[in-house]
């Protein structure tokens, strides 16, 4: 079973709607989680840490549950500079281990 | 400007042929990551180092070495590159080893072994 599991989309939205990823963990211990975006062909890049009280950006919402262990990234307002696969990120803690999920690809459309 | 920067970008070579993908960092990080993306596998964490002569395994490492004689370089060595290791592959560093950081990358580099 993979560490990190994401649907890999693609998510077809239109300008301005909103969209949501959920991005499951399978080890109860991890300690902490991020969203990274990654656009075609370049290097993954920080959107947001995750909180277990939820957390907030602009437009991008990034929720924690850790007793079903998911995290959400909810995108408001979607915009064409959107397009992009995100990637949900897991360290369990021990001495640095990172766990990326496959990416969530979206794209926003005129 | 902070960066991490790989060499060489793109590279095509022949099965068991050494080589050297170096990673550099200005930024006096601690901890440095090699990792390989694949489709559908995503990231997977090849080695790390957590300091200068500090490395370890990450879930993928055979095949691969490493070194971190210095604190802002970490290359990566293919020994006897072979087909399965063609791949895009990224270098991160981070300030420190805590689990909570930002990890940054260098823009990659795409192996092709033939």
């Known amino acids: 079973r993979k560490e990190v599991e994401q649907d890999p989309g693609p998510f077809n939205v239109p300008e301005g709607a909103t969209v949501a990823f959920n991005c499951t963990y399978s080890?109860?211990?991890?300690?902490?989680f991020f969203w990274y975006r990654q656009d075609c062909r370049k290097e993954p890049k920080l959107l947001m840490s995750?909180?277990?009280s939820g957390n907030e950006d602009g437009r991008f919402t990034a929720q924690l549950n850790r007793a079903s262990q998911y995290i959400s990234l909810l995108i408001r307002d979607s915009k064409l500079s959107d397009s992009a696969t995100y990637l949900c990120v897991v360290n369990k803690g021990n001495f640095n281990k990172f766990y990326f999920g496959s990416g969530t690809k979206l794209n926003v459309k005129p | 400007e902070a960066q991490v920067t790989q060499n060489p970008r793109y590279l095509i070579t022949v099965t068991g042929k050494k080589l050297t993908v170096t990673c550099s960092q200005n930024m006096n990080h601690e901890y440095m990551s090699w990792y390989r993306q694949d489709p559908g596998l995503g990231l997977r964490q090849i080695y790390y180092?957590?300091?200068?002569?500090?490395?370890d395994k990450g879930d993928v490492p055979e095949g691969y070495k490493v070194s971190r004689k210095e604190k802002r370089n970490f290359p990566l060595i293919l020994e006897s590159p072979s087909p399965n290791q063609t791949s895009l592959y990224f270098c991160?560093?981070?300030?420190?080893?805590?689990?909570?950081?930002?990890?940054?990358f260098g823009p990659g580099t795409r192996l092709t072994v033939l």
């Open positions: 080890n109860s211990a991890s300690q902490s």
């Open positions: 995750v909180y277990s």
């Open positions: 991160a560093s981070s300030s420190d080893a805590s689990p909570y950081n930002e990890q940054f």
């Open positions: 180092s957590m300091n200068v002569e500090v490395t």
